[in-house]
């Protein structure tokens, strides 16, 4: 099966601009999450989505935001950039995203490294 | 909340030497555990996963336990190469019914010099 595939892979924006990144999940995969990486603050949790619904978010302003397909494929909306938005921002994928025994392994794409200007 | 402590790095080995890198955690029930790596410029790579206590997990000569007792998921490998050089990340999953979210240590940095 092919991985996790997030596109663009490099993103150069300045202040006050909005992005949009996508992932598509392995196929079959229901659950998409969505983490920032920044040296800073390491790892933090954006959103999940399952089944075309935000069922869990993290602590981040509503400046971030996404969705998800009926195909499960997903989008993140960045909106106001901010310098400090500045991160390399990691999709996640699983089958159930845990719902079922055994489903909660993530499996990561390479990441979009968004720079703001 | 849940959480995940890692020693920090950046460990510095050289090849073929024994590897450490300890992590334990804090978490309600009884969540999954994982390492993942990462390699410059890349996305995060699966390494090795356990779901319940005294599991092992393993792959690629790593390996790591699942303690309960002590709350602790370390990763060992026995004789690191020069490629093994990354970022090792230790991370947890809530229990099954919730929300799918990981939490991560903070990484830990290796570098393995001939």
């Known amino acids: 099966k092919a991985g996790v595939t997030q596109t663009p892979r490099y993103l150069i924006k300045t202040r006050g601009q909005q992005v949009t990144l996508s992932c598509s999940p392995i196929?079959?995969?229901?659950?998409v999450s969505w983490y920032q990486q920044t040296p800073g603050q390491g790892l933090q949790f954006l959103f999940e989505?399952?089944?075309?619904?935000?069922?869990n978010k993290g602590n981040f302003p509503g400046r971030f935001s996404g969705r998800q397909f009926s195909n499960s494929r997903s989008e993140m909306n960045v909106s106001t950039l901010e310098l400090g938005d500045s991160a390399l921002y990691l999709c996640?994928?699983?089958?159930?995203?845990?719902?079922?025994?055994?489903?909660?392994?993530?499996?990561f794409g390479p990441g979009t490294r968004l720079t703001v200007l | 909340g849940n959480s995940v402590t890692q020693m920090e790095g950046p460990v510095t080995l050289s090849e073929e030497a024994f590897l450490t890198i300890n992590c334990t955690y804090t978490?309600?029930?009884?969540?999954?555990l994982f390492w993942y790596v990462q390699y410059p410029g890349e996305g995060l790579q699966l390494l090795l996963k356990a779901t319940k206590a005294d599991d092992k997990g393993s792959n690629k000569g790593f390996e790591a336990t699942y303690r309960k007792e002590t709350t602790s998921f370390h990763l060992e490998k026995g004789s690191v190469q020069v490629s093994d050089s990354a970022v090792y990340f230790c991370a947890l999953s809530a229990p099954t019914g919730t929300a799918s979210k990981l939490t991560f240590g903070t990484g830990t940095r290796l570098q393995v010099t001939l």
């Open positions: 989505y399952f089944s075309e619904t935000q069922r």
């Open positions: 196929s079959g995969h229901r659950s």
């Open positions: 978490a309600t029930g009884y969540p999954s």
């Open positions: 996640a994928s699983s089958p159930w995203g845990g719902r079922r025994e055994g489903t909660d392994t993530q499996y």
